[in-house]
T-cell receptor, first 113, second 113 residues
Framework: AQSVTQLGSHVSVSEGALVLLRCNYS??????LFWYVQYPNQGLQLLLK??????LVKGINGFEAEFKKSETSFHLTKPSAHMSDAAEYFC???????????FGTGTRLKVLA | DVKVTQSSRYLVKRTGEKVFLECVQD?????MFWYRQDPGLGLRLIYF???????EKGDIPEGYSVSREKKERFSLILESASTNQTSMYLC????????????FGPGTRLTVT
């Protein structure tokens, strides 16, 4: 079985500060991991994903995430926050050989001027 | 670009009405999904389909049914709408293999009065 925990339902950062959104997962099979972003009144858009290979994954809009198997984590980071990064972010896991994606409950990012 | 479209962005229905939500994808994806999204609860899977006429219950199927007569189209049906089904409904599609991400439609915000 798979599950995802996102620590912090709301995170606030100042413009230009580091963004760190936390995601921990559990999976009984090799996991594929995803981060999505949702802007107000829109669907979800893929930011990045980890399948195999390099554990540091780069995505769109300057975001990156590192897969750490020993810590069962896939935290999302961005060195310098922009106002346009204000949105809700979802971490998701899909187990190898399964159909279902399991989503975390989301983290709403607020960027302060 | 993959496109997932949903028939309505906003919908208002009365209690007891039968409601149809339509979703169409244009990338020949095998898998299609219906989620509902509520504040603090993230995305919860209602139903998914891995092939034409094939469907499986998700985590919250009660009060819903689905239909997939053609590969590109996946319909969600609320047999008798109730106020607790007021929510944002998101459709998604993906290729069959686990390494692939989902593509989401813009969502339908349904209000049942």
């Amino acid at each position: 079985a798979q599950s995802v925990t996102q620590l912090g339902s709301h995170v606030s950062v100042s413009e230009g500060a580091l963004v760190l959104l936390r995601c921990n997962y559990s999976s009984s099979v090799p996991p594929y991991l995803f981060w999505y972003v949702q802007y107000p009144n829109q669907g979800l858009q893929l930011l990045l994903k980890y399948t195999t290979g390099a554990t540091l994954v780069k995505g769109i809009n300057g975001f990156e995430a590192e897969f750490k198997k020993s810590e069962t984590s896939f935290h999302l980071t961005k060195p310098s926050a922009h106002m346009s990064d204000a949105a809700e972010y979802f971490c998701a896991v899909r187990g190898s050989g399964t159909y279902k994606y399991i989503f975390g409950t989301g983290t709403r990012l607020k960027v302060l001027a | 670009d993959v496109k997932v479209t949903q028939s309505s962005r906003y919908l208002v229905k009365r209690t007891g009405e039968k409601v149809f939500l339509e979703c169409v994808q244009d990338m020949d994806h095998e898998n299609m999904f219906w989620y509902r999204q509520d504040p603090g609860l993230g995305l919860r899977l209602i139903y998914f389909s891995y092939d034409v006429k094939m469907k499986e219950k998700g985590d919250i199927p009660e009060g819903y049914s689905v239909s997939r007569e053609k590969k590109e189209r996946f319909s969600l049906i609320l047999e008798s709408a109730s106020t607790n089904q007021t929510s944002m409904y998101l459709c998604a599609s993906s290729l069959r293999q686990s390494i692939y991400e989902q593509y989401f439609g813009p969502g339908t915000r349904l209000t049942v009065t």
